[in-house]
């Protein structure tokens, strides 16, 4: 049942159609965390009534759920509830509007589009531009998408509510909950080992593996471990300065920019593929 939902959670984002406010990621965990205790100040007993205490409820609802009717209510509700909490804004899509931005040759587009969906300031003529958007976007696939598809087919909707809630307090400003921020180091280390494999199964396997060489089981900068390794793993190589490959007017630049973008898309696509396989065998053996 919970390769049907996860496949129809990824099919619905695809869509671009006028999804309620309520279902856009940005808004999502943010209200249910301001609705949950607010006044609380000790970071473990905020952790437990703002996390933790609604990751139980949500595993036991649809435990229960899922014995009646055959399953069909923990399959509908399911869908919504895996959709809110991911988001409806698919990381696929943006990146496909972006890239159809600088094939349009509009610079101009193409940098308040990275802006608004990734948070990617500059000019795209600037020295890193490409591979910051690089890291953002493959950083923001792995710690959104790919590791709350490793919770939920693994352990299910608790699981999942439970990753997604706590990276949101985590990721708060100053204000944010140490103790979630250590969950957080926590909860991502394992997929985010399990994506540096699938990355170098859907990329060039050898320089995955020199790029994170000595630092797979390190405990801290799983982000910037990851990162490393989806760069090493696309087939145009990157540098700060995109030298020789790149043309001397802007059009050249933008271009050869946006084909390094079409090799993370490429790249994205096969870890997916990847990640699937890997869920649809968990299925099997756990089933």
Same mark, same amino acid.
């Given at each position: ?22 279902? $856009? $990621? ?19 007993l905020?952790?437990?009534? +703002?996390?933790?205490?609604?990751a ?10 899922? $014995? ?19 988001g409806? =804004?698919s990381? #696929? *899509?943006?990146?496909d509007?972006?890239?159809? *931005?600088?094939?349009?040759? =509009? +610079?101009?587009? #193409?940098?308040?589009l ?24 493959? $950083?923001r ?5 790919f590791?709350?598809?490793? #919770?939920f087919?693994?352990? %299910? ?11 949101w307090l985590?990721? *708060? =400003? ?6 979630? *921020? ?11 080992r ?6 170098a ?15 797979m089981?390190?405990? =801290? +900068?799983s ?15 990157l ?12 059009s ?10 079409? %090799?993370l898309?490429?790249?994205l ?8 396989? #890997? ?9």
């Amino acid at each position: 049942m919970k390769l049907i939902v996860l496949l129809v959670v990824l099919a619905l984002r695809r869509l671009d159609v006028n999804w309620p406010t309520w279902m $856009h $990621h940005d808004s999502a965990s943010g209200q249910l965390n301001a609705s949950l205790t607010p006044s609380v100040s000790a970071d473990g007993l905020a952790w437990i009534l +703002k996390i933790l205490l609604p990751a139980v409820l949500v595993g036991v609802a649809f435990y229960f759920l899922q $014995h009646i009717l055959w399953g069909l209510p923990a399959v509908a509700l399911g869908v919504i509830v895996l959709l809110w909490l991911l988001g409806v =804004d698919s990381e #696929f *899509r943006q990146l496909d509007e972006l890239i159809v *931005r600088g094939r349009m040759n =509009d +610079k101009e587009e #193409f940098s308040a589009l990275a802006q608004e969906k990734f948070g990617v300031e500059g000019d795209p003529e600037d020295d890193g531009y490409y591979l910051s958007l690089c890291q953002t976007i493959s $950083h923001r696939e792995a710690v959104t998408l790919f590791s709350s598809l490793f #919770f939920f087919i693994t352990l %299910g909707y608790g699981a999942v509510l439970l990753y997604v809630l706590n990276r949101w307090l985590a990721a *708060r =400003d100053e204000s944010g909950c140490e103790w979630a *921020r250590v969950c957080d180091a926590a909860f991502y280390w394992l997929p985010s080992r399990l994506l540096i494999l699938a990355v170098a199964l859907g990329g060039d396997f050898r320089r995955v593996m020199e790029a994170v060489d000595g630092r797979m089981w390190s405990w =801290d +900068k799983s982000q910037e471990i990851f990162e490393d390794a989806a760069i090493a793993a696309l087939e145009t190589e990157l540098d700060a300065e995109f030298d020789g490959r790149f043309g001397n007017d802007e059009s050249g630049n933008l271009l050869a920019g946006v084909e390094v973008l079409e %090799g993370l898309q490429s790249l994205l696509l096969r870890v997916l593929a990847i990640w699937l396989i #890997f869920a649809a065998i968990w299925v099997v053996l756990a089933g």
